[in-house]
């Protein structure tokens, strides 16, 4: 097994991590707000697969994936649809945090990590999650889809990064998706990979991360065995 953590002598300082099927188990609702909009476009909805698929990325990144040629009326209109839904839908799935998403946070603390988030949600879309999960102010630095180009440019997590005043070497990034991981080596950010998310593990294992983690559980777990051992 690679080893998570930095070489000796270089700690561990900040741990970033995506939003949307990483720590919050969200993608049947981004699915279902996806074709909400489309229907409030007229628009045949994509299948649920081509759906999926694109959660991670900047809401208008993900139109005109799912809509090739899709011009600027339509993408901001789809935009502005979807998040609506996605804010105020009482009729959307619920999105609960993953199990242990606290404990790992906590680990990480103790440890003096400090925690960041890199993810396609608005600004307004994190910090209604943030609220409604107990976890505003967990977070030192976090950086959201609509106010920097969408992954898998590394701009969102450099901006982090650099909020932080962290060595990229001493930073990881934790995502569910090809595009979180994507971002992280265009930043040239060690990566790590969890399986309970929108890709498959042999989609992520062959972004290369150190390690594609079951679930968050088994990130802890690995995390755990990583740590070098305390001297006598």
């Given at each position: 097994m690679k080893p998570l953590l930095p070489p000796e002598g270089g700690a561990l300082r900040l741990v970033v991590f995506d939003w949307d099927g990483t720590l919050m188990d969200s993608p049947q609702r981004i699915v279902h707000c996806l074709q909400r909009a489309c229907a409030a476009l007229g628009r045949e909805a994509p299948a649920e697969s081509a759906l999926r698929d694109i959660i991670g990325l900047g809401v208008e990144a993900a139109v005109q994936r799912l809509f090739p040629g899709a011009d600027t009326a339509f993408v901001g209109a789809f935009a502005t649809a979807y998040r609506q839904c996605y804010l105020g839908a009482t009729d959307a799935p619920e999105t609960p945090l993953f199990p242990h998403v606290e404990p790992l946070l906590d680990w990480l603390d103790e440890r003096g990590v400090l925690l960041g988030v890199a993810t396609g949600k608005s600004r307004a879309g994190l910090d209604q999650a943030l609220e409604a999960t107990g976890l505003k102010g967990r977070f030192v630095a976090t950086a959201c889809g609509d106010e920097h180009p969408s992954k898998p440019s590394p701009v969102m997590l450099e901006r982090v990064i650099a909020r932080c005043g962290v060595e990229r070497s001493r930073a990881r990034m934790v995502g569910?998706?090809?595009?979180?991981?994507?971002?992280?080596?265009?930043?040239?950010?060690?990566?790590?990979?969890?399986?309970?998310?929108?890709?498959?593990?042999?989609?992520?294992?062959?972004?290369?991360?150190?390690?594609?983690?079951?679930?968050?559980?088994?990130?802890?777990?690995?995390?755990?065995?990583?740590?070098?051992?305390?001297?006598?």
């Open positions: 569910d998706s090809v595009y979180d991981l994507q971002m992280a080596r265009a930043a040239g950010v060690a990566s790590l990979a969890v399986a309970h998310g929108v890709h498959d593990h042999r989609r992520l294992i062959d972004e290369r991360p150190l390690a594609v983690a079951r679930d968050l559980k088994d990130l802890l777990d690995r995390l755990r065995q990583s740590e070098p051992l305390p001297e006598d």
